[in-house]
């Protein structure tokens, strides 16, 4: 089937303004005597002189919780542990006895009461309810007696931590609907533009409800499975397995990210590290024998020094994060590159608290300018739930340096970070936007080159193309 979009602004083009898609794939992109070529033959789309990008990538969010979180309490927002309690209460009455309560999003940074959530806030509003509310850094909660009990946890304060967190959350229920929760997510995505994910951490409960929707999916998937759940099973179709994802540390939120120097504002604690280079490089070896990438948590300096260490062995890793970057390790990294850095411009909105944790260290942390200047590659992303997953809203921090200021990003190099860094990040090799590429594009309702950049967060995607499909928007081939 052929099909040409015509009267288009293609992104790194003044003249070409069509593009002839055959087959999903794109065949050839040119000026007006191209688009001529094939009238009568081709369906036709008119782009209206709007701007035709690349399918955007999020090379690092978290599907599964993402969908459900769309059935959880969102606690994004809340400005008390009142507010918090209310939110409980007024879940738990709409449930039946035993049913779980699950809430993302709370921040105590945001609290006047500034302390943390604890069990007996939560047995107080629901306690025939097991209740489990997670930390907007997703690395710690708080969990009702009732929860801990049907977990078999033990815990004074009701505080989950890292790993246990990620054990409790792993044997809760999923909501029935959750096939259609991950559906409806990819279509979320689609809506911004996005056309591809690397969904991270996923467990074979994901994997198995996306290989069954395999022919319905939307968009592109690659999975980054937790270590334990991570098998060299075949699918295909837009899903993958892509490698492995593992922690090296926590989050600066919960002071578990670890730190050469002790935290500003809580001097002997230097969070904490999980994984030593020696394991790190083992693992990117064996995961590359199967042409699989290894994809490394790291927040803190003291976990990318170690990661540097481990690029000594084995260049197949991949740095989540990669967020205090002081000029040692990024002289270190620049000879020593690993396959991509994802990060989150968003960041640098949601950790306007950054300096109370890091002092001055708080200068090369998100130190994304610094990096693209030594020739790293940086692929963008949302790490949704954890932050919005419009990559508009981070394209928009990039541009601004968010509100801790930090040096901003081109309009060009924060729309490389989200395609072609992207696609590499998530093991794809071909060059967007290019004859023999897939046929994903967006048409932008606003171009960014001539927007304000704090207008940035504001564009929408009219159309998003998947191999050539519209996969959001309303079309009209003629
Ligand atoms: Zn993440």
Redesign the pocket.
């Known amino acids: 089937m052929l099909r040409v979009i015509e009267n288009a602004r293609v992104m790194g083009s003044y003249h070409d303004n069509c593009i002839v898609i055959e087959n999903g794939v794109i065949k050839e992109i040119g000026g007006s005597s191209l688009c001529e070529k094939y009238r009568g033959i081709a369906k036709y789309l008119d782009a209206q002189g709007k701007v035709v990008i690349p399918g955007l990538v999020d090379s690092?969010?978290?599907l599964s919780s993402y969908a459900v979180g769309k059935a959880r309490v969102d606690l994004r927002g809340v400005r008390s542990i009142e507010d918090l309690k209310e939110a409980v209460r007024s879940k738990a009455s709409s449930l039946k006895e035993g049913e779980w309560i699950v809430g993302t999003g709370w921040d105590h940074e945001q609290f006047k009461e500034k302390r943390l959530p604890n069990k007996l806030d939560l047995d107080e509003v629901a306690p025939s309810n097991p209740v489990l509310l997670i930390r907007i850094c997703?690395h710690m909660g708080v969990a009702n007696t009732l929860a801990l009990r049907k977990l078999g946890l033990k815990s004074e304060e009701g505080h989950l931590y890292e790993e246990e967190l990620y054990e409790a959350l792993k044997r809760i229920p999923k909501p029935p609907n959750y096939r259609d929760l991950l559906l409806s997510s990819l279509y979320d995505l689609a809506s911004y533009g996005i056309t591809r994910i690397c969904s991270?951490?996923a467990l074979r409960e994901e994997l198995d409800a996306l290989l069954s929707l395999r022919g319905r999916l939307p968009i592109w998937v690659h999975l980054f499975m937790s270590e334990e759940d991570y098998t060299k099973v075949n699918v295909g179709g837009k899903l993958s397995i892509e490698g492995i994802k593992v922690f090296t540390d926590g989050s600066f939120g919960a002071r578990t990210a670890a730190l050469r120097e002790g935290y500003t504002d809580d001097p002997e604690n230097k969070g904490v590290l999980l994984k030593r280079s020696d394991d790190l490089a083992k693992l990117a070896s064996t995961l590359e024998r199967d042409g699989k990438i290894l994809a490394v948590?790291a927040i803190g300096d003291r976990a990318l020094e170690e990661v540097l260490s481990a690029l000594k062995l084995s260049r197949n890793i991949r740095v989540?994060h990669a967020s205090l970057m002081p000029p040692d390790l990024l002289r270190g990294f620049k000879d020593r590159q690993p396959v991509a850095f994802t990060v989150q411009p968003h960041f640098t909105i949601s950790d306007s608290w950054l300096e109370e944790r890091l002092g001055d260290r708080v200068k090369y942390a998100y130190n994304y300018r610094a990096m693209i200047d030594a020739g790293l590659t940086l692929a963008g992303s949302s790490?949704a739930p954890?932050e919005p997953i419009n990559p508009w809203i981070s394209v928009g921090a990039a541009l601004t340096g968010g509100l801790l200021g930090v040096p901003p990003l081109s309009v060009d190099e924060a729309i490389e970070m989200y395609t072609s860094s992207g696609l590499r990040a998530c093991g794809t090799k071909y060059k967007p936007l290019s004859p023999g590429s897939p046929a994903d594009l967006v048409i932008l309702d606003e171009s960014p080159w001539s927007l304000n950049k704090f207008d940035v967060p504001g564009i929408r995607s009219l159309l998003t193309f998947v191999e050539g499909n519209v996969v959001y928007g309303k079309e009209k081939w003629s």
Do not use: F, K, W
Request: glycine share 0%; no cysteine; proline share 0%.
């Open positions: 690092h969010m978290h997703i991270m951490n948590h989540e790490d954890v």
